[in-house]
């Protein structure tokens, strides 16, 4: 079954939300997380939303998930939703078929990653990709506050000698 549900569902801490997300994990066999971006059901709701993709089992059989991050289907994500150039579907359908091979062993820094079950377990069942997906950051470098000053001192004096030239226009 492929259920969509909002993102709630996907990290709620009620014992509701918890129990759902046990039991699709230990009873069924959840097979993928397929994140969506906010926006897709415009103008009729603006709530995010994920798919849920599993089997039922009722006997287990979850070894790992497989998540993915949708960017862009195909639509703007305002009300008017006009076709636009990017598409991450056709993506998603071609990873799906090698959830099992391959994709098993990409980074949580890419677009679609595996969580094993383990993992989901340890982590209270919490099924938002953002729990697993790994950012990377670029380190940026600021110039020292003492170079700041510095540069505030000198475009100061300029201001100040500027205005010195105005007025003796003026006089």
Same mark, same amino acid.
């Given at each position: ?79 008017? %939703?006009? &076709?636009? $150039? ?12 090698? !959830?099992?091979? =391959? #994709? @098993? ?37 600021? %110039?020292? &506050?003492? $170079? ?12 100040? !000698?500027?205005? =010195? #030239? @105005? ?5």
């Amino acid at each position: 079954a492929a259920v969509i549900v909002p993102d709630g569902v996907l990290f709620g801490s009620s014992k509701a939300h918890k129990d759902l997300r046990r039991m699709l994990v230990e009873e069924q066999r959840l097979d993928a997380v397929v994140k969506l971006p906010s926006g897709v059901f415009r103008p009729y709701a603006g709530v995010s939303t994920a798919i849920l993709v599993f089997t039922k089992t009722n006997s287990g059989g979850t070894d790992h998930v497989w998540f993915y991050d949708v960017q862009a289907d195909g639509f703007s994500l305002d009300d008017k %939703r006009n &076709p636009v $150039e990017v598409n991450d579907l056709p993506d998603v359908a071609a990873r799906w078929a090698d !959830r099992d091979g =391959a #994709e @098993l062993e990409r980074a949580r820094t890419e677009q679609s990653f595996c969580v094993p079950k383990a993992e989901i377990v340890a982590q209270g069942y919490d099924l938002s990709l953002t729990r697993y997906k790994e950012v990377v950051r670029e380190e940026v470098e600021y %110039r020292s &506050p003492a $170079e700041i000053i510095a540069d505030l001192e000198q475009i100061e004096e300029e201001v100040g !000698r500027g205005l =010195a #030239e @105005l007025k003796a226009m003026l006089a």
